[in-house]
């Protein structure tokens, strides 16, 4: 593995673990067992690193496959449900993006790249016939990514993300019906990602 990888992971680890306040760049140079050097030369300050696991959250997420549309959606956050539950990398790049105010980095673009990542899924839906005429899906997309947000956050703090897959479940279904038609949503189906694969 590369020594910015190897950064990367032992922040993503750390900042996972403390938080940002609580991290410093010698507790990541120890759980990475590298180099102050190597440290400064990849991403120059404790900032830097904070930034990278931030924007890079999603780098180890194997999507689930299908077709493109709202099941596949509802499919993804389903997924990332399951996945903060014990992605290091995501769960610390998420904890990062919502408490940046704390290290002033005020990276907003992570959230503005979920959004587009849910915006295609239902532009994708349009095209199948499968939203209501007047769904606006910039809008519903931006939507979704603060109510996951908000929905992650409760999570955390009830139960560490252990009743996540559920409140994302209860979430879609208080917001369907302002997005899809009765139909459509009786088809879709809800699928949890677990350790040993998905069940419906």
């Not at 915006?119 to 095209?127: I, K, P, S, V, Y």
Request: charge should be negative; charged fraction near 25%; hydrophobic fraction near 40%.
């Amino acid at each position: 593995m590369r020594t910015r990888e190897v950064l990367l992971r032992a922040a993503a680890e750390v900042f996972g673990e403390v938080g940002y306040p609580g991290a410093s760049i010698t507790k990541i140079i120890d759980r990475a067992g590298v180099t102050t050097g190597a440290v400064y030369f990849h991403f120059r300050s404790k900032e830097g690193l904070a930034r990278a696991v931030i924007q890079e959250q999603a780098a180890d997420l194997d999507f689930p496959e299908g077709e493109p549309g709202l099941q596949h959606l509802l499919d993804l956050t389903l997924y990332l449900a399951s996945e903060l539950q014990r992605n290091t990398l995501l769960r610390a790049g998420v904890r990062l993006a919502v408490e940046q105010s704390e290290a002033g980095l005020q990276e907003y673009s992570i959230y503005e790249w979920w959004a587009e990542r849910f915006g295609e899924e239902l532009d994708e839906a349009r095209g199948r016939g499968e939203l209501l005429p007047d769904a606006d899906t910039g809008a519903f997309a931006s939507t979704l990514v603060a109510a996951f947000t908000g929905a992650q956050i409760m999570s955390q703090l009830a139960s560490g993300r252990a009743d996540l897959p559920r409140r994302i479940t209860s979430m879609w279904r208080c917001l369907l019906p302002g997005l899809a038609p009765a139909d459509v949503i009786g088809r879709l189906e809800f699928t949890t990602y677990g350790e040993e694969g998905s069940t419906r």
